[in-house]
């Protein structure tokens, strides 16, 4: 009998993320500048069982620590090949994956990848940030800072391999990845 937790939507059809909407290392048929690096993960609820079919989406600034969007200062001078915006599902073990670029540490932040989750059944779209291991910067930052220091440590990638690297979610219960409000 589904509860009212499994029956509230937004509901995502099998194809709602096109296809090469997680590869943000060329926009337009054109490669983007900087050293491109894989994140992947999986998605789980609290009781470890992986969640099908969600929605992750990624926004991060370029390789020079821009963003392309009007609100950065520096809009204009962002790389033009590098849209900093995708969106990928997961499959049947909850597994998610991205290609994109190295972001470049923005002014007063470390490097880092903004993590937004939605699927059915949550209340409102899951926010976090996803940091780089072994950045002297991520102390100093006052996202990664508003975290307690106990949990700090869910909110850095690990790195499997030269630029290849792993950011696991987990939506509630212990071990649960730190998720800010608007």
């Not at 200062?73 to 590098?82: G, I, L, S, W």
């Not at 470390?110 to 976090?128: E, P, Q």
């Not at 002297?136 to 869910?154: E, G, I, L, M, S």
């Amino acid at each position: 009998m589904p509860t009212g937790e499994a029956t509230i939507g937004p509901f995502f059809p099998p194809r709602y993320v096109d296809a090469g909407a997680n590869d943000l290392t060329q926009f337009e048929d054109r490669k983007a500048q900087g050293e491109v690096i894989e994140i992947a993960g999986v998605v789980r609820q609290e009781d470890g069982a992986p969640l099908e079919n969600l929605v992750v989406e990624i926004w991060q600034a370029d390789a020079k620590g821009i963003y392309r969007h009007p609100a950065d200062p520096r809009h204009r001078d962002a790389d033009p090949r590098f849209f900093g915006w995708g969106r990928a599902a997961t499959d049947r073990e909850g597994r998610y994956a991205f290609r994109t670029v190295r972001p470049g540490a923005l002014q007063g932040r470390a490097r880092h990848i903004n993590v937004m989750v939605m699927f059915s059944g949550l209340m409102r779209i899951l926010k976090t940030t996803m940091f780089f291991p072994g950045e002297q910067a991520n102390d100093a930052d006052p996202v990664y800072q508003a975290v307690p220091k106990a949990r700090r440590h869910f909110l850095v990638a690990r790195e499997e391999a030269a630029g290849r690297y792993r950011f696991d979610l987990k939506l509630r219960g212990e071990h649960e990845t730190p998720f800010f409000d608007d």
